[in-house]
């Protein structure tokens, strides 16, 4: 009897064309390298020096601020907004921490806005792997960590998150704006190596959770829910289900769902069929919102959607976060492979970008 795709390496192998499942296996990795890199930054004293700050970031590369702003919710100092426009907003000024980031290098949404940026004489960083973006991060003398990017082999952006995440995170640290330790750094590389053999290709189907809750997805348009500190996860999650799973995916966060979408699961009735909704949830919630999960949940029986649910281990924000940053990933992953999917290839990203450069 022939072994399930998703516990049949070779099979997973010749679907995968750009071994996208290396850059899963190697977020440790990334996470490591990544604190490496970061101390050859250098800011001037002034950079600490502010009142706001605005991420410049598109897909995959406003993904890791929207992660960390989350994760640190409670602990920012300074008002944090995340941008994804040709413009700045007009509120920027000199006191301003503006930190342009792009996985590529090459994002002209972001390579605007920065160009604003030094013009209204802000508090620039950049983060970026390459290309124009660092090139001119250079020639203008603003900051930059750049990183390399060996430990993403499948070289999807989408897939460094490792590698930006902990970048903005440390980055983030050295402004001042928040505080993170080299203890936290260990442990965070723990957990991703230890939810990678928990949620891999290696652990059986039966087994494993990610390749379950992937088999769920099968048909259907799936929605995660978050909360606090796992908001940014949600969206992480909806967006490689996007492009991983070519799947149209999601999120929405409790305790706003509970003020209006419960009045719209019921119709059209195709939603019995089509929809799964995938709850993140934690202990570490305030008690409120954890009681509205099992609310959430009866009303989701009561209208015979189906939903699934994963309940953090981890007693720590931080590695819950990459805890469930695993499992998404997988899952995404996994979703692509189900439908005999190559998960690497974006045809139709390309298209629209390639459209755009005429």
């Given at each position: 009897m022939a072994k399930p795709i998703l516990d049949d390496l070779v099979a997973i192998k010749k679907l995968d064309s750009q071994d996208m499942l290396a850059s899963?296996?190697?977020?440790?990795?990334?996470?490591?390298?990544?604190?490496?890199?970061?101390?050859?930054?250098?800011?001037?004293?002034?950079?600490?020096?502010?009142?706001?700050?605005?991420?410049?970031?598109?897909?995959?590369?406003?993904?890791?601020?929207?992660?960390?702003?989350?994760?640190?919710?409670?602990?920012?100092k300074v008002p944090v907004e995340i941008v994804g426009d040709y413009h700045l907003p007009g509120y920027v000024n000199n006191k301003t921490l503006v930190i342009a980031s792009s996985y590529s290098g090459t994002t002209e949404e972001v390579l605007s806005s920065a160009r604003e940026a030094k013009q209204k004489k802000t508090k620039l960083l950049v983060i970026a792997s390459g290309n124009k973006l660092v090139a001119w991060a250079k020639a203008q003398s603003v900051p930059a960590l750049i990183f390399s990017t060996e430990n993403n082999p499948c070289r999807q952006p989408r897939?460094?998150?490792?590698?930006?995440?902990?970048?903005?995170?440390?980055l983030w640290a050295k402004?001042?704006?928040?505080?993170?330790?080299?203890?936290?750094?260990?442990?965070?590389?723990?957990?991703a190596a230890?939810?990678?053999?928990?949620?891999?290709?290696?652990?059986?189907?039966?087994?494993?959770?990610?390749?379950?809750?992937?088999?769920?997805?099968?048909?259907?348009?799936?929605?995660?829910?978050?909360?606090?500190?796992?908001?940014?996860?949600?969206?992480?999650?909806?967006?490689?289900?996007?492009?991983?799973?070519?799947?149209?995916?999601?999120?929405?966060?409790?305790?706003?769902?509970?003020?209006?979408?419960?009045?719209?699961?019921?119709?059209?009735?195709?939603?019995?069929?089509?929809?799964?909704?995938?709850?993140?949830?934690?202990?570490?919630?305030?008690?409120?919102?954890q009681k509205r999960y099992k609310i959430t949940e009866q009303i989701l029986q009561k209208n015979n959607i189906c939903y699934d649910k994963y309940l953090c281990q981890e007693k720590d924000k931080v590695l819950q976060m990459i805890e469930v940053l695993v499992l998404s990933s997988y899952v995404g992953y996994y979703a692509a492979l189900l439908k005999g999917i190559d998960p690497n290839l974006i045809p139709y990203v390309n298209y629209f970008k390639q459209k755009m450069k005429k």
């Open positions: 899963l296996q190697l977020l440790s990795n990334q996470i490591r390298q990544i604190c490496q890199q970061v101390k050859a930054v250098k800011l001037p004293i002034s950079y600490k020096k502010i009142d706001k700050v605005l991420i410049l970031g598109m897909g995959g590369s406003a993904l890791c601020a929207h992660v960390v702003k989350t994760l640190f919710s409670k602990e920012l897939m460094g998150l490792g590698y930006m995440i902990v970048g903005h995170l440390l402004t001042g704006i928040l505080k993170f330790s080299q203890s936290q750094i260990k442990a965070m590389i723990k957990t230890l939810y990678d053999t928990k949620f891999g290709v290696l652990t059986l189907s039966k087994e494993n959770l990610a390749k379950q809750l992937a088999k769920l997805t099968n048909r259907r348009s799936v929605w995660y829910i978050g909360s606090e500190h796992l908001v940014g996860n949600t969206h992480v999650a909806a967006n490689q289900m996007n492009e991983n799973g070519k799947r149209f995916a999601g999120y929405f966060l409790i305790p706003e769902l509970n003020h209006h979408l419960l009045e719209g699961i019921d119709n059209p009735s195709s939603n019995q069929r089509n929809l799964l909704f995938v709850l993140l949830e934690s202990k570490l919630y305030d008690e409120r919102v």
